[in-house]
């Protein structure tokens, strides 16, 4: 079963190692080359730039990667998404300027004092370039074209890698942004350029008043899931925000951090692993699949995966540590476990939940797990244990409310 799973996107698969081994190697340099303080801001800013990417990737790609998957599919339908996600990016980047312009407001929500021209712009631009890039991805495994997801993921490593090779020795915090600018830019990049090459004449037929009404359409269908969404980006945003303010924050943050590489690994995996599911969950649901078969197609292939996953990473474990360097020594196997097993459930229930389109009802599992992690987080000591075991209960909670969403569906189908 895993087997048919894993070779029908073996080069999606590939890719994903590479880029998850590249961003990994990545961290290990800046955790290496530089103090726990710098690599807990580092941290700490690229929890900003998810903080945004989160929200998207998890509200609205899944419906991107649903829209391309369908057999009559709509070319406006799936471009409306790239227009939502362009006016997006668009947005939150004005608004990050804006708010670091007013000093004083800032200096009200924080005494960070690194926070420079260049740092902000940094981050803005990989914001935007972040949610486009994911999206061009959603479109393409939508479709099932993985070649162009290989290469792109190839050609951007090996031009990031040449900048990385004669800068290690000298990192700061503005150049271990850079180097994440460099590739987000290369990969989508990439992707535009064969989008362009080949879809040209697509793009030059399309009907704009359309477009702008199925964009408008997109956002109407996706705003509760969005705004859900958001609530667990600011609340995976803010429990990092609330160490980071405490006693030796960034040094949480930085032993936090080591160890929950390995559950963004098996996160990343399981990903890829649900959009394929997702892919057939699509073609299950439009040939009459009812809910009970939906959920026992992604539970059964993603609670499997999950498992692989944590049996690889438990021999691999001890060694994955050393490679940050002998002063990280916080041992988060056991939470890093706990996270991926919820995690892959809660994911396979939102992906039958995202075919079926209950959009509020994922809103409404969204605003009770982060709640429940955010009370969590404010009633304990801020540590990388704690830090860990908050997300252990967000993803737990999320499992408990679509458990009982799913029962009540029963009933009524019933």
């Given at each position: 079963m895993l087997k048919k799973l894993f070779s029908s996107a073996f080069l999606l698969m590939l890719s994903t190692l590479i880029a998850k081994g590249f961003i990994l190697i990545l961290n290990i340099l800046i955790a290496r080359y530089t103090s726990k303080d710098i690599y807990g801001t580092f941290v700490f800013l690229r929890s900003t730039i998810n903080l945004f990417e989160t929200t998207f990737s998890s509200a609205v790609n899944p419906f991107a990667v649903k829209e391309s998957s369908k057999e009559s599919f709509s070319r406006v339908s799936v471009l409306a998404y790239?227009?939502?996600y362009a006016f997006t990016a668009l947005i939150i980047s004005t608004l990050c300027l804006l708010l670091w312009s007013s000093s004083s407001f800032l200096g009200s929500l924080s005494s960070f004092d690194f926070l420079t021209l260049q740092i902000v712009l940094t981050v803005v631009i990989l914001i935007s370039l972040t949610l486009l890039n994911g999206y061009a991805t959603s479109v393409y495994i939508g479709k099932g074209i993985y070649k162009v997801i290989f290469f792109s993921t190839v050609i951007s490593i090996v031009l990031s890698a040449a900048f990385i090779f004669n800068t290690y020795e000298d990192i700061t915090v503005e150049i271990a942004l850079f180097y994440m600018l460099i590739y987000q830019l290369t990969d989508l990049a990439i992707k535009a350029c064969n989008v362009l090459i080949n879809h040209m004449h697509v793009l030059k037929n399309i009907k704009y008043d359309m477009l702008f009404q199925k964009t408008k359409g997109v956002f109407n269908t996706i705003k509760p899931v969005?705004?859900?969404?958001?609530?667990?980006?600011?609340?995976f945003w803010f429990v990092r925000y609330i160490t980071a303010n405490s006693e030796n924050g960034f040094v949480?943050?930085?032993?936090?951090d080591v160890s929950f590489q390995m559950f963004m690994i098996c996160s990343i995996l399981l990903n890829i692993i649900c959009n394929i599911v997702?892919?057939?969950l699509t073609k299950l649901h439009e040939s009459g699949s009812n809910v009970k078969q939906l959920l026992v197609y992604a539970l059964r292939y993603m609670f499997l995966s999950c498992l692989l996953f944590i049996a690889i990473g438990y021999f691999l474990y001890d060694y994955f540590l050393l490679l940050y360097g002998e002063q990280y020594t916080a041992n988060l196997f056991l939470e890093v476990t706990l996270i991926c097993l919820f995690y892959s459930i809660a994911l396979a229930f939102n992906r039958v939940m995202v075919v079926m389109n209950k959009t509020y009802q994922l809103f409404y599992v969204a605003l009770t797990s982060a709640v429940v992690m955010g009370i969590y987080i404010?009633?304990?000591?801020a540590s990388a244990e704690s830090l860990a075991i908050s997300f252990s209960v967000y993803y737990l909670t999320s499992c408990v409310v679509y458990l009982y969403i799913f029962s009540q569906i029963g009933l009524s189908n019933d």
């Open positions: 790239g227009v939502f969005i705004l859900g969404s958001a609530i667990n980006a600011f609340v949480a943050l930085a032993e936090f997702l892919r057939n404010l009633a304990v000591t």
